[in-house]
Nanobody, 129 residues
Framework: QVQLVESGGGLMQAGGSLRLSCAAS????????MGWFRQAPGKEREFVAT???????????????YYADSVKGRFTISRDNAKNTVYLQMNSLKPEDTAVYYC???????????????WGQGTQVTVSS
């Protein structure tokens, strides 16, 4: 059982930055892949970013992260296993980034919602024009 608690959401003008945090319970945090998803009103929950579990890679180049095209180059996912926390640094925010952001934990990094077993409660991010 993993409990995820998100924080860091809020209101920001376009072009600004926010850093979301997701604190996880348990001593086995490093064994979980982590992901961020978001859901805007009237839309399906969509993939944002993922980071592998400790020691795993996604690509043959050794990358441990993967991003949706819509956020690539602007968002950065990272984790601090010592703090049982995953982060989403969001730069150059756009109004279309407005959504409820959810963190999730699973057994392998994936862009698919079904690949994650545990979910946070979500944190609202609102970006104004």
């Amino acid at each position: 059982q993993v409990q995820l608690v998100e924080s860091g959401g809020g209101l920001m003008q376009a072009g600004g930055s926010l850093r979301l945090s997701c604190a996880a319970s348990g001593r086995t945090f490093s064994s979980y892949a982590m992901g961020w998803f978001r859901q805007a009103p009237g839309k399906e929950r969509e993939f944002v970013a993922t980071i592998t579990q400790s020691g795993a890679t996604i690509t043959q180049s050794g990358a441990s992260t993967y991003y949706a095209d819509s956020v690539k180059g602007r968002f950065t996912i990272s984790r601090d296993n010592a703090k049982n926390t995953v982060y989403l640094q969001m730069n150059s925010l756009k109004p279309e980034d407005t959504a409820v952001y959810y963190c999730a934990a699973g057994y392998g990094a994936t862009m698919f919602r079904t690949g994650y077993s545990y979910w946070g409660q979500g944190t609202q991010v609102t970006v104004s024009s």
